[in-house]
């Protein structure tokens, strides 16, 4: 079954601060998806990639997915504190099969 | 209308109790899906009905039981749940499969006592 593993599993970060966070699969991806979540609240869909080396941007987070099409990189630039929660990548697939999820990184913003 | 609803938003039941939870979109997507999220871990799937019929079924105990009545409408019958089936609960919906985005509602915060 593919696997999904996030870096960093948490991050703290002063507002106005670039990050990265990462996503990689132990299988070529089909469709990587990034979302983000507030505490107790559902997933926001963010992004979705499906192109080796396609490159997406919206407002101040780009999301990038290497040429290989095994790792996917989210980027946020001159974080906000409304930037801060979880960030969850999640790989697409030509079937059903096992919707698989990164187990996430928390992000916190400090003002 | 790009939007999943939830209800209800918060539940506690006992464990003999039998309650149901709900979801429903308008968007016209023919796959919808439960998850079950424990605090700090990521969702994990439950259930897949793909064009009103269940397609997945991820060994999932029998104290929880879907029902899909229609296109627009998935509901989660909850029958002798224990302590460890508190969660939040997760319905999404997509166009058709697991290659398109799924757009997630609020959840429905469950607690078992």
């Known amino acids: 079954s593919q696997e999904l593993e996030q870096s960093p599993q948490s991050l703290i970060v002063q507002e106005g601060k670039n990050l990265t966070i990462n996503c990689t699969s132990s299988?070529?991806?089909?469709?990587l998806y990034w979302y983000k979540q507030k505490y107790g609240e559902g997933l926001i869909f963010l992004m979705m990639?499906?192109?080796?080396?396609e490159e997406k941007s919206h407002e101040k987070i780009t999301a990038k997915l290497d040429e290989k099409k095994q790792q996917s990189s989210l980027h946020i630039t001159a974080s906000q504190p409304s930037h801060a929660g979880i960030y969850l990548c999640?790989?697409?697939?030509?079937?059903?099969?096992?919707?698989?999820f990164g187990q996430g990184t928390i992000l916190t913003v400090h003002p | 209308d790009t939007e999943v609803t939830q209800t209800p938003k918060h539940l506690v039941m006992g464990m003999t109790n039998k309650k149901s939870l709900k979801c429903e979109q308008h968007?016209?997507?023919?796959?919808m899906y439960w998850y079950k999220q424990k605090a700090k871990k990521p969702p994990e799937l439950m259930f897949v009905?793909?064009?009103?019929?269940?397609?997945i079924n991820e060994s999932v105990p029998s104290r929880f039981s879907p029902e899909c009545p229609n296109s627009s409408l998935l509901n989660l019958h909850l029958h002798a749940l224990q302590p460890e089936d508190s969660a939040l609960y997760l319905c999404?919906?997509?166009?058709?499969?697991?290659?398109?985005?799924?757009?997630f509602g609020p959840g429905t915060r469950l607690t078992v006592t």
């Open positions: 999404a919906s997509s166009p058709q499969g697991s290659s398109y985005e799924q757009y």
């Open positions: 968007m016209g997507h023919r796959a």
């Open positions: 299988k070529t991806l089909y469709g």
């Open positions: 009905y793909s064009y009103e019929k269940l397609s």
């Open positions: 990639l499906q192109k080796g080396g």
């Open positions: 999640r790989a697409g697939g030509t079937s059903y099969g096992k919707l698989t």
